[in-house]
């Protein structure tokens, strides 16, 4: 294949490639969105972590104390 059919090939390629990301792109508020809920899922699933931790040293903490 000559270089000029290989890079027009790709220039065909990419564009069409570009138009079908574009239609699959999601709206403005909906990544945000997204980000947002799964930073708050985070924090609660570490939130939980901390409190079960804590709860647990505490119960084994428990027998030992006076």
Not at 10 to 29: N, S, Y
Not at 41 to 60: E, F, K, M, N, P
């Amino acid at each position: 294949m000559n270089p000029y059919a290989a890079e027009r090939l790709t220039q065909e390629r990419t564009t069409r490639f570009r138009a079908e990301a574009a239609q699959r792109r999601p709206a403005a508020g909906a990544g945000r969105t997204i980000r947002h809920l799964t930073g708050w899922a985070l924090i609660q699933i570490g939130l939980a972590l901390v409190t079960s931790s804590a709860r647990r040293q505490h119960r084994t903490a428990s027998p030992e104390l006076p």
